[in-house]
């Protein structure tokens, strides 16, 4: 079985926003929440962060998450 890996770090980066602070403030997301996700700390995933996620950065939810295979 694989698993699901965070790409947050990624689209952050490319929208040149530097500071999870600024996501937070501008989205009403908790920087608990945020700092989880990115870090790949976060066992479960609610609609509305990846909704708000995805409207943020002008993204898809496959821009955020991907699956990943384990290694054999």
Known sequence: MGTIKTKLFVVRAKK?????????????????TLYNFENGRTKRVD???????????GCEVGDLLEYVEDEE
């Not at 040149?16 to 608990?32: C, D, H, N, R, W």
């Open 47 to 57: 609609y509305n962060t990846l909704a708000s996620l995805c409207q943020y950065f």
């Open 16 to 32: 040149g926003i530097k500071s999870m602070q600024i996501v937070a403030k501008e989205t009403g997301l908790s920087p608990a």
